[in-house]
């Protein structure tokens, strides 16, 4: 008796439909009806005789047995669109996603590197602060914060998370070097998703700050260091990803009492899923960077999104 094999026109559309969990996205992307959509479904559940989705009022579920027939075969289509792209001589796309902060401050000073020595691969870097969910995007790569422990991940080292006040040279008063109280009476500058990291330090160095500070709060860590280049105040920076305003004298550390913590910033993919080698160059390439400059200075464009203080934009 010969192999067992599904019919591949309904196992197409089971992948096109899982990936969108709509049997009327999936009808859309093929390019027929969605009774057509459900009838090649129910063709591959007759030839697995098992239910492959729960069918539901606006939307549609993998049972078990559904979620280990899309984990093994998504794969399988994913590596067939990479050879037809290169058949066609056309540039791969890599999907990355990443926090904002991270993209503007570390990745895109890095980014002509890569795509002057990678010219075929085309990347899409998108930002999100929430962590990827893998099973609900098409994203192959995610550089994420943390201890690296997310479930059904592979996650690699790269940018570790060191912390200290940093500020401009302009500021008003700025604090003389190891002058911890004059905190006491200066804006504390902070940012919605970091808003942890001054009662870290402040315990670090053994401060115990009271109700009389100021503190000037901005939506993005972007906007926190760009305030404090402007001298509003003094900021808790990530010096990994000021390195530039830092070698330059834009902003300076007039503590210079950093606290290194168990977190760092990853490059992070499923398990289970084979990365293109599209995706494996941009997975080499960032280990590459981050590992040469661990082990000492490298010279690094300084994003363009921080200006100086009186600069105006786009000069």
């Known amino acids: 008796m010969g192999r067992r094999f599904p019919p591949l026109n309904p196992l197409r559309t089971f992948e096109v439909a899982a990936r969108c969990k709509s049997f009327t996205e999936a009808a859309d992307e093929l390019g027929v009806t969605q009774a057509a959509v459900s009838r090649q479904i129910s063709v591959l559940e007759g ?3 098992a ?4 069918r539901n009022v606006r939307s549609v579920t993998l049972t078990p047995v559904g979620r280990q027939l899309y984990d093994d075969v998504s794969s399988a289509f994913q590596i067939i669109r990479w050879s037809t792209d290169r058949i066609f001589q056309e540039n791969v796309l890599v999907r990355v996603q990443t926090y904002p902060t991270f993209a503007a401050r570390w990745l895109m000073p890095r980014l002509s590197h890569f795509m002057t020595k990678f010219p075929s691969v085309d990347l899409r870097v998108q930002t999100a602060i929430k962590p990827v969910d893998f099973s609900k995007t098409d994203t192959e790569i995610a550089i994420q914060f943390g201890r690296g422990d997310w479930p059904n991940t592979v996650a690699h080292p790269l940018v570790t998370d060191a912390i200290e ?4 040279p302009h500021l008003a008063a700025v604090p003389l070097r190891g002058d911890l109280t004059a905190l006491l009476h200066q804006t504390l500058l902070t940012s919605k ?3 942890r990291d001054w009662n870290d330090w402040f315990e670090h160095v053994g401060i115990q700050p009271g109700s009389e500070k100021r503190w000037l709060a901005f939506e993005s860590s972007i906007l926190t260091y760009q305030a404090a280049i402007e001298g509003l105040g003094i900021a808790m920076g990530q010096t990994a990803l000021l390195g530039a305003e830092l070698k330059t004298g834009v902003l300076i550390k007039p503590f210079d009492m950093p606290l290194r913590r168990e977190f760092q910033y990853w490059i992070v993919w499923p ?3 084979r990365l293109s080698p599209e995706a494996r160059k941009f997975v080499d390439w960032i280990i590459a960077q981050a590992e040469s400059e661990r082990k000492g200075p490298v010279a690094v ?5 921080l200006r100086r203080p009186g600069q105006k934009l786009g000069t």
């Open 47 to 49: 030839f697995f005789k």
């Open 51 to 54: 239910r492959l989705f729960e």
């Open 165 to 168: 006040p940093v500020c401009s």
């Open 193 to 195: 998703y970091r808003s």
């Open 271 to 273: 398990t289970g899923r």
């Open 301 to 305: 464009p300084a994003p363009v999104a």
